[in-house]
């Protein structure tokens, strides 16, 4: 009977269109479906077990009506037979996880129901979603938004936060409420808007609440010592309400600008920071300054103890973050580098990111015909300086104590991950364009991945695409990795030939044939097909994938390796 | 797991049967964000009654990217022939917004950008993967939409805005 849910929402969807051709009312339907499946096969040397279940697909479909001001929406996920690695995490279920009503004018905008939300940068608090990635911490409650005078706005929230496919809320005792405010002074004040200054400030305070009924049991080996203590932190002792304090600022003037946001939390004993008292705190800013063809940025985070949760006992593996420590290092797309990108440490972390982006003019000697884009990164984080306090000392453990203290712009002595890269981009006829990159890579496995040591690396690219005519072209990628440690040297090579704007056909091999172990000289190959019709898009795939980690917002998962046919359909109406 | 499958393919295709009759949709009204930081509403979007493109990209995405260095190559000669003008919107989150804007003038783009940054406007505008492109008519509605950039696509786009100037009907080609 488990098809019976499915099948009574695709019935709904099927309808659903039939009604937006004529709209309902004077309003106006809309949706989008998604289907992302695979069938599996068994592969021992790549480690891809046998699974119970051999096709797996993770679905969903929204729908929003809107009729003026109101809009109303919903989203069915099902995720009963999810794919292997949403499984992994627990991301397995289904249900409607997201109905709202939301009323907006000019001056107020009113949400009920499931709703996502963002403060500042999202140092306090942000409610965001990457269904892809099986990321959903929306909360269920109510929000509230209001322009009083132009350049001022205010925000209100109370919500409980989504816990995967667990919709038993009457269960739940902790729920979060906020309150956001910007202004921005230069529509106030003459002399700023006059001077072309933007300047605006902002503040959030959020807070969450959980019951505290339970004493704290912890375990644990004082330096590695066989003989285990144990301790309890009574329940009276843990806070149920816990805030955090936001200020921000952002100052614009011609190409400059300068965007900045602290953000402060009161003591906060949970599961990722092994129950100490300390405060916890992070700064966030950038400053960058631009000019057509030229465009430069740095920016500085620091975090301590910033890891904020709906659950002071949730696993660190889950997803119920109230805020977000973003990782500021480059994001690359490149296959090689996805087992060394850089996750977020919200608990301990500082470290900065800078970039150049500078484009050589078209019609100039190295610039060419067309102009060539160049940029140049480099990034380092480490661990924050921790000096432990005494009586975490002498108790040999943090919990329960203040833990440690910190000089704020210290260094650590870990670090954490490094990268320099340089890229080139070149038009360099009607027909061909090419792209080359290079980055060296340091990166801490064992902090951000618990195993292993300090990976160095190299890694290059090339990447050519040849314009056959205004509609077919072939486009190629190379790209090698050569370190020494963890799985040694890889390569990679793809070849896709498209046909503007329906089809896509693509080869590509990953090989480790740097790997010491003989037998896990392994070729990850994998072909393609992909058909767009406008909003739709349906691809096929056969191939395997290695296992390795995906980070993404602060989170890291492991994904398992997989041989396979996997289809992907995804459409918007 | 068969019937699954069949159903969702006759789902598909009835779905874009009815996309090709359906109304024109406008577009939602969000509140976004400038590059400078100030809150932008979506019905803002506005050329004098002259067509509007919208792309929704990323600065980590890298087919977004490479569809918006093939128009910028030629959207000096479609703003003069047509007078289109594009808004070029960046879902980059906390992670690399900051860096939206040296990206886009160290790129030389002449698009006015903005920023969705907890993808806000992606959501009410359904969309599942970037890069989404959508063209407007002079009255706000979308025309003409796709997902996905394979080079020389933008041919397609100028062909509909052109179209869509003239107030020829816009075919959805299958």
């Known amino acids: ?573 | 797991m068969k019937k699954l499958f069949l159903l969702t393919f006759a789902l598909l295709m009835t779905c874009s049967i009815y996309a090709q009759e359906q109304t024109y949709q406008t577009l939602p009204s969000v509140d976004i964000k400038t590059i400078d930081g100030k809150t932008f509403n979506t019905k803002d979007i506005v050329n004098d009654g002259k067509p509007v493109i919208i792309s929704l990209w990323a600065t980590w995405c890298k087919p977004c990217v490479a569809e918006l260095l093939a128009i910028s190559d030629v959207y000096d000669e479609w703003v003069e022939e047509t007078g289109v003008k594009m808004y070029a919107i960046a879902i980059d989150d906390a992670k690399t917004a900051a860096r939206v804007a040296p990206f886009v003038n160290g790129k030389g783009w002449e698009f006015v950008v903005l920023q969705d940054q907890n993808w806000d406007l992606k959501r009410a505008l359904n969309i599942v993967d970037i890069p989404f492109l959508c063209v407007l008519n002079g009255k706000g509605e979308i025309v003409w939409q796709h997902t996905s950039y394979a080079p020389g696509s933008e041919n397609e786009v100028f062909e509909v805005v052109k179209k869509v100037l003239k107030g020829e009907p816009i075919e959805v080609k299958h």
Request: glycine fraction near 10%.
């Open chain 1, 1 to 573: 009977m488990k098809y019976k849910y499915l099948i009574s929402i695709l019935f709904v969807a099927f309808l659903l269109p039939a009604f937006a051709q004529n709209k309902i009312g004077s309003g106006k339907v809309s949706g989008d479906i998604a289907i992302n499946g695979m069938f599996y096969m068994p592969d021992s040397l790549i480690g891809a077990d046998k699974v119970d279940s051999k096709v797996r697909a993770n679905s969903w479909i929204n729908l929003n009506y809107v009729n003026g001001n109101l809009t109303i929406g919903t989203r069915y996920e099902y995720y009963a037979n999810p794919l292997i690695d949403f499984e992994k995490i627990g991301y397995k279920g289904q249900g409607f996880t997201h109905y709202f009503a939301d009323y907006k004018t000019d001056f107020i905008q009113v949400t009920v129901g499931t709703f996502y939300e963002q403060f500042g940068q999202g140092l306090s608090f942000r409610a965001y979603e990457d269904r892809q990635l099986g990321i959903d911490n929306s909360l269920l409650g109510a929000r509230v938004k209001v322009n009083p005078f132009k350049g001022v706005s205010v925000k209100g929230i109370w919500g409980i936060e989504r816990n995967n496919f667990d919709f038993d809320y009457t269960k739940r005792t902790d729920f979060i409420r906020g309150i956001d405010g910007e202004i921005n002074v230069d529509e106030w004040i003459k002399f700023f808007s006059e001077k072309g200054i933007n300047l605006s400030f902002g503040g959030s305070f959020v807070s969450k609440y959980e019951k505290s009924s339970e004493d704290i049991y912890f375990i644990l080996f004082p330096n590695d010592s066989l003989i285990s203590r144990t301790g309890t932190i009574p329940a009276s002792k843990i806070p149920q309400n816990v805030g955090i304090c936001a200020y921000r600022m952002n100052f614009g003037y011609k190409g400059f600008r300068l965007e900045a946001e602290y953000a402060s939390k009161i003591n906060d004993p949970n599961n990722s920071n092994q129950y100490i008292y300390k405060k916890g705190e992070a700064l966030f800013t950038t400053l960058s300054y631009s000019t057509k063809g030229f465009g430069i940025s740095g920016s500085f985070i620091r975090a301590d103890n910033m890891d904020f949760r709906s659950q002071r006992s949730i696993s660190t593996n889950s997803l119920m973050s109230i805020n977000y420590i973003p990782a500021i290092n480059r994001q690359y797309s490149y296959q090689l580098l996805g087992n060394y990108s850089y996750s977020s440490q919200p608990n301990d972390q500082i470290g900065f990111q800078g970039q150049i982006n500078y484009r050589i003019a078209k019609g100039t000697k190295l610039g060419g015909k067309y102009g060539t884009d160049l940029t140049f990164n480099y990034s380092r984080f480490h661990s924050i300086d921790k000096v432990l306090v005494d009586e975490a000392v002498e108790n040999g453990t943090y919990h329960g104590t203040d833990g440690y203290t910190s000089s704020f712009f210290k260094f650590g002595d870990d670090l954490l991950f490094q990268d320099l890269g340089f890229d080139i981009t070149k038009k360099i006829s009607k027909k061909w364009k090419l792209a080359l990159s290079y980055n060296y890579l340091d990166y801490n496995l064992f902090v951000l991945q618990g195993h292993g040591e300090l990976v160095h690396l190299h890694h290059v690219t090339s990447e050519v695409t040849y314009r056959v005519n205004d509609k077919h072209a072939l486009r190629g990628e190379l790209h090698a990795l050569f370190t020494k440690e963890d799985m040694g040297n890889w390569v990679y090579g793809m070849v896709e030939y498209s046909i503007s704007p329906k089809w896509f056909f693509t080869i590509a091999d990953q090989y480790n044939y740097g790997n010491e172990n003989d037998a896990l000289k392994i070729h990850y190959y994998n072909i393609s097909v992909a058909y767009v019709i406008g909003t739709t898009r349906i691809a096929a795939n056969f191939g395997k994938t290695k296992e390795g980690i995906l980070c993404i917002g602060g989170v890291c998962r492991a994904v398992p390796a997989s041989y396979g046919v996997g289809i992907n359909i995804a459409t918007k109406f």
